[in-house]
């Protein structure tokens, strides 16, 4: 799935630009307003009553003027206190000075910004009265994912899906899930800009993908991947487990047996570990060194993997011991629509 920004003026389902999508049309997801608020300080009032339905906020720094002018710091503090936390940093009117003098201003714009909520954020050179860069800012960057690769490449353009992508339930209680679809559009490894990437290290996968999915870590620990190699998604889990005789790093004072590892129970609630998705589970049936366990949320995952089970123990979770997934139930994922 791929993302457009247009102009109010545009019809509702536009033809899609996208290489080979050309006869399909977009469907319009969300309208998006601009909130002008007055820069004067004897306006502030208003400012701050806009601010208060606000998203998201685009602070103009005026480039040359020194920064930070006491109406940008009052706007910065305003954008703190109505913890908007989507925020754009624009240095206006770059038309007017030199390349060194945009570069010193650029500079004090982070430090100023050092330890506020706008710390971070995107600092983007603009001029508005010759439309420069304006572009840049209109452009509505999709979601980044950041993880590991296990195994195979990702490459830039790659058609991927990400599982169990939504989840939600229906009105029987049961849980339904629809991977999300998209496209690479970047790759990035600390700042380097990558065309592909391997297992090892932390990547960045910039996509298509709606930023409201990624925002927040709504899909940590979800499973990326090229469209139709990625694993089954589990609602319930068959492990043979293993448990540690003791709690790991629990002081017991002489032979007391606080620190003992109980057998597990029918119906306790434990929290597994599945790769880097943490989920609550239910123990619905042992026999022997085998569980049954339903899982709270679905896990993209497969039979051989390894877990890691964790017991609630005076308040904490702590590690009582591991498994290794031999079968479960799995749920139907509907298939790709492209
Ligand atoms: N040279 C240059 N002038 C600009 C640019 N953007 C705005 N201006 C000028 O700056 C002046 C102020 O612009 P406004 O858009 O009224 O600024 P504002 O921040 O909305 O002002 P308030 O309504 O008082 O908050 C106008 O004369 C604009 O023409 C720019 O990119 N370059």
Redesign the pocket.
Known sequence: MCYKAYGSGKEDSPLCDVPGFENCRMKLLRHVSFV?C???DILMATMLNGAAIMDGALL?IAANESCPQPQTSEHLAAVEIMRLQHIIILQ??V??IQENVAINQHEAIQKFIQGTVADGAPVIPV????KYNIDVLMRIRGGVAGGSILKGVLKVNQFIEVRPGIVVKDESGNIKCTPIYSRIVSLFAEQNELQFAVPGGLIGVGTTMDPTLTRADRLVGQVLGEVGSLPEVFVELEVNFFLLRRLLGVRTKGTERQGKVTKLAKAEILMLNIGSMSTGARVVAVKNDLAKLQLTSPVCTSKGEKIALSRRVEKHWRLIGWGQIQAGITLDVPPCPI
Request: charged share 25%; glycine share 8%.
């Open positions: 002008d007055p820069g004067h103009l206006n009117k038309d007017l001029s508005a009265q010759l």
